[in-house]
């Protein structure tokens, strides 16, 4: 049977071969097709479709050294062909040739200046090479030439984030048609990038559109704003959501300890240590909240892990010194009034002067003296 299909093969017209080349190539039978597409060559052997059409066939078969010399003979009989210049490009990008790519997209652009594809390629490689600078312009370019291109905008974005362009990344995001979507991860990078930049205002409203739920951005963002009752009960949920997640367990206290709910930042805050023992910060959240409570012995004990740990930290010492001097133990707290004293930078009067006052005091009252 083969024997008798090469024969009518070899009987057959090159039009009805290239016919039935296409034909296999629209229902993806790449490598029968470009069988078909070789024979018709060996006939016709500067037919530019068939060449184009092999190429493909061969692109899609991965045989990319053999689909870009077809394309290249292409190029040089006919300069012109956007397609195949473009095709060109991308196989020389796919394998490494960054710089014969960018050219043939150079070209590729050129010949159809109103295409954003190529200048975006051209954008791509500027920003692997790190050539911010021409990068820049060519994301530019390609979203004036295509304005209400979405996926043009969000590979703009993209890059500005990468290279902390926040401003440049939110000019784009705004001119995004349709808007991004409201629990779209582009949004949350943006949003986070503006909020290590300090810019809060920015950050929030990038942010709010994806509400309460799951978002941590956002109730960073109210931590930083200092809106604690806003960032716990986001903390809430994320916690509802991942009861073990000590971090989070961590900031709903600290916000419930910033609200003054102290009772409930005790048991939030002791779940976080249980989680992770080395939560440092949050033994000295821990122990202030107890300082608050009057709850002396248990804010000294939660307050020395703190100061083990930071033993440059004055205020522990003050707390600690307080919480002694409540219990009436003279002796340590005095030696922890004089270490804040001795650490004591003068950034509150009022501390400082009670410090001194209280040291003094408890100094004349120390057994002995």
């Known amino acids: 049977m083969k024997t008798v299909l090469a024969l009518l093969l070899l009987f057959q017209n090159p ?17 029968e097709a470009a069988a078909t597409f070789e024979k018709v060559l060996r006939d016709d052997p500067g037919h530019i479709p068939t060449e184009f059409n092999l190429a493909v066939c061969y692109t899609k078969l991965e045989k990319l050294d053999e689909a870009k010399q077809l394309y290249r ?29 960018e ?13 954003p594809d190529p200048v975006l390629y051209q954008a791509r490689i500027f920003e692997k090479a790190g050539d911010k600078t021409n990068a820049a312009e060519a994301y530019e370019r390609a979203a004036q030439l295509k304005p209400n291109n979405p996926d043009i905008r969000i590979a703009a974005i993209t890059f500005y984030l990468n290279t902390q362009q926040i401003d440049r990344a939110y000019a784009q995001f705004q001119a995004l048609q349709p808007p991004v979507p409201t629990d779209s991860d582009l949004r949350r990078r943006l949003g986070a990038a503006f909020r290590a930049a300090k810019n809060l205002d920015k950050a929030l409203e990038v942010l709010a559109p994806l509400g309460s739920g799951d978002n941590l ?9 200092k809106q ?21 367990l961590y900031m709903l206290g600290k916000c419930q300890f910033e609200t003054k709910q102290y ?30 409570l009057e709850d002396w012995p248990n804010a000294i004990v939660a307050l020395e892990r703190f100061a083990k740990a930071r033993p440059r930290t004055a205020l522990v010492y003050f707390l600690i010194a307080t919480s002694y001097d409540k219990l009436g133990n003279v002796p340590l707290a005095l030696v922890n009034y004089n270490k804040f004293l001795e650490l004591d930078d003068g950034s509150n009067d009022a501390r ?18």
Do not use: H
């Open 15 to 31: 039009a009805d071969l290239y016919k039935a080349a296409v034909a296999d190539m629209e229902n993806a039978r790449w490598a």
């Open 73 to 101: 003979k292409i190029v040089e009989q006919d300069a012109s062909m956007y397609e195949a210049v473009f095709n060109l490009g991308l196989l020389q990008l796919q394998s490494g040739e960054d710089k014969d790519a």
């Open 103 to 115: 050219q043939k997209f150079k070209t590729a652009a050129t010949i159809r200046p109103d295409d």
């Open 217 to 225: 951005e956002l109730a960073l963002v109210y931590f930083d704003l």
């Open 228 to 248: 604690y009752e806003k960032a716990g009960a986001v903390f809430t949920l994320l916690t509802e959501k991942e009861p073990n997640n000590p971090d989070y």
């Open 263 to 292: 009772t409930k930042a005790v048991p939030t805050l002791q779940r976080a240590l249980k989680l992770n023992p080395e939560d440092i910060e949050a033994y000295s959240t821990l122990g202030t909240t107890y300082y608050f």
């Open 352 to 369: 400082s002067f009670q410090a001194r006052q209280r040291a003094k005091t408890l100094e004349r009252r120390r057994p002995g003296n």
